[in-house]
């Protein structure tokens, strides 16, 4: 989801506070779409529009606040549920049971409206959170159903020799989006389907995993469901499985701080915070 609304059609009256938007002019941004909902009260976009500036103001409060009021005024706006999931998910608040308990809730509403808008690997992480490993399989199996279908049509356009560079460019990089959310699906569900003590279901889910990064030629990414691997493959006896997962492990996991210890030399502060930008969602998101 990107920050604001996009539309390049200037008789759209919220394209001005849009370019303000783009500029970073997010207190002028404010000042003018505030202004401009007193004149033009109860227009969708411009209160979601407010939303969304507050919100990369970092008042999340009063994002909060602002997205509330807009589900209270257009009660399917599905861009209003999308943005305080998010804020939730991100730990805005203090990453509490009750802002699990109301992802969930938002989730379950938003699945009411638009079944295809629900960002099911958001879901899953808090209904883990929330120790109802069942409910998060499901979410999870939700997940890796739609980033299958949203891969797929991505993957389309971007084999596709006669679309232009730059919309083939922009799919490929919205496939490999869905692809890191695919791999973080699968190892997320084998971490729920242990916690129910289903262990032979979580290594065929840890094992998709590692398959999704192997097909991308990034397997040393998937060091931790070695582990993992290996500790399910011990829970069931398969002891010659779990050494060879866990050596797996070691070797993919000193790869991977090799790699990672050679981009960071001689880094610039603002790469090295890029770089950790990038590696979050695969490496710091726990599924738990």
């Known amino acids: 989801m990107s920050p604001e609304p996009q539309s390049h059609d200037p008789d759209d009256p919220w394209e001005q506070i849009r370019r303000l938007v783009g500029e970073d002019r997010y207190e002028d941004a404010l000042t003018a779409v505030e ?10 976009e411009g209160q979601l529009l407010r939303a969304r500036i507050l919100e990369l ?44 308990r109301r992802i969930a809730s938002l ?6 409206i638009h079944p ?5 690997n958001i879901q899953g992480k808090s209904y883990s959170r929330l120790e109802d490993y069942a409910a998060a399989v499901t979410a999870f199996d939700k997940a890796i159903a739609q980033q299958e279908k949203i891969g797929s049509a991505y ?12 919309i083939r460019t922009m799919a490929s990089q919205e496939y490999d989006e869905s692809q890191d959310k695919l791999y973080d699906a699968w ?17 065929h889910s840890y094992g998709a995993a590692i398959a999704v990064n ?8 998937s060091y931790r469901e070695y582990y993992a691997l290996g500790y ?7 002891e010659v499985a779990s050494t060879h997962c866990l050596e797996r492990a070691r070797q993919l996991e000193e790869a991977f701080d090799n790699e990672l210890e050679r981009d960071l030399h001689g880094c610039t502060e603002d790469e090295f915070n890029d770089m950790l930008m990038h590696l979050a969602p695969k490496h710091t998101t726990s599924c738990m």
């Open 35 to 44: 202004q401009r909902l007193r004149l033009i009260q109860g227009d969708e």
């Open 155 to 166: 993957l389309a356009v971007a084999e596709d020799p006669a679309q232009d560079l730059d």
């Open 116 to 120: 295809g808008a629900v960002p099911y």
């Open 214 to 221: 192997c097909a991308r030629g990034q397997e040393q990414d």
């Open 232 to 238: 399910a493959f011990e829970h069931i006896g398969d």
């Open 57 to 100: 103001m970092s008042r999340w409060d009063d994002a909060d606040a602002a997205y509330r009021e807009t589900l209270r005024i257009f009660p399917k706006c599905t861009e209003a549920y999308a943005g305080m999931i998010k804020m939730l998910a991100l730990g805005f608040g203090s990453d509490t049971k009750e802002d699990h």
């Open 107 to 112: 989730c379950q509403e938003l699945q009411q």
């Open 187 to 203: 190892s997320c569900k084998g971490t729920a389907q242990e916690q129910l003590g289903r262990f032979e279901e979580a290594i």
